[in-house]
């Protein structure tokens, strides 16, 4: 850990951000998780949840996503938008299995005022009744529907930058980097926690990466949550075929995130599945401190719960077992 390490700023350089990207691992690791301690319990890894409460039909085009209308070669049932009593009650499933934080999706390109709206309050009022976070991600949405979600005691309200402002034509056409940054405006005004992040492994550049965390470290305060996502290709999306990220990519980056960001929740996120134990364990030393938990994150593989128990297991506390002698 350097001297400047756990400094908040908000005037990164994408030089200086790459620079930290491309140190010497071991040299990279040992800076994040020094600044993670000192911010952070780094035995503690907050457990959310994620469902898709209306999946399909996106009238967006990003290129990474099976929900998208324009992508018809992708083998996806669409669902209406779930009823409340039904949500609430798999949030409390999601609660008695470990989770503290009950995130929910739906596939808008923007909120409209309406019966849809009305229902996801009653969700998210039902989500903090029961005594846990709630997270939405709905799209774009007007400065009157932020302040209703935060009547209702919204925690925090997921819209990802996706990329860097350079790249991100190239995965999103529908939709302009501007138009996320009006949104996350918007979330912060009404007094809503901020959950944004990106992707990486689309196709993008260290400096890409580098940008993207610059933008992110710019928002005064930092982000409360950045969601740190690996592209999952999926069958009949533009990426399909773009092979898997090294795992140590995803190492570097949630690092990178945590020195620059130091109070911000890190996510371990989409692409955690493809990684092995020892990746993950590797990716919380490195900063991150939240696991999505549950086998799907909206419509893509995530760890089973199974496979999370002996993961949290495995970097809790030792367990001795007694000899049958000793215990005689």
């Not at 998208?68 to 949030?91: F, G, N, Q, Y």
């Not at 503290?100 to 998210?124: S, T």
């Not at 890409?208 to 930092?222: E, I, N, S």
Request: proline share 5%; hydrophobic share 40%; aromatic share 4%.
């Amino acid at each position: 850990m350097t001297a400047q390490d756990g400094i908040i700023r908000h005037d990164w350089s994408i030089g200086e951000i790459a620079a930290i990207y491309e140190l010497p691992l071991l040299e990279l690791v040992g800076r994040a998780n020094a600044v993670h301690r000192q911010f952070h319990d780094p035995n503690h890894v907050q457990k959310a949840s994620l469902l898709s409460i209306k999946t399909g039909g996106c009238p967006e085009n990003c290129a990474y996503c099976p929900q998208s209308a324009h992508h018809r070669e992708v083998d996806l049932t669409r669902d209406m938008l779930m009823e409340p009593k039904t949500v609430i009650a798999m949030a409390a499933t999601a609660k008695a299995a470990g989770a503290e934080r009950f995130c929910m999706g739906a596939a808008w390109r923007q909120v409209r005022d309406g019966k849809e709206f009305d229902a996801v309050i009653e969700m998210v009022a039902g989500v903090r009744g029961l005594g846990m976070e709630a997270c939405v991600t709905l799209g774009m949405l007007k400065p009157h529907q932020a302040e209703r979600l935060a009547k209702a005691g919204l925690t925090a309200y997921n819209h990802n930058l996706d990329t860097s402002p350079e790249f991100y034509s190239r995965i999103i056409t529908t939709r302009t980097y501007h138009d996320r940054l009006e949104t996350l405006s918007t979330v912060r005004a009404a007094g809503i926690e901020l959950c944004c992040g990106g992707i990486i492994g689309m196709g993008e550049s260290v400096e890409d990466r580098a940008a993207m965390l610059q933008v992110l470290a710019g928002f005064a305060p930092h982000p409360e949550s950045v969601p740190i996502n690996a592209l999952v290709p999926v069958e009949g999306t533009p990426l399909a075929k773009r092979p898997r990220i090294d795992p140590l990519e995803l190492v570097r980056m949630v690092a990178t995130a945590r020195i620059v960001m130091p109070h911000s929740t890190v996510r371990l996120s989409a692409g955690r599945s493809s990684l092995n134990r020892e990746a993950q364990i590797l990716c919380l030393m490195a900063g991150a401190n939240s696991i999505f938990y549950g086998d799907t994150l909206l419509t893509t593989p995530n760890a089973g719960i199974g496979e999370d128990a002996e993961l949290l297991a495995a970097i809790g506390p030792l367990q001795r077992q007694q000899s049958a002698a000793s215990a005689a």
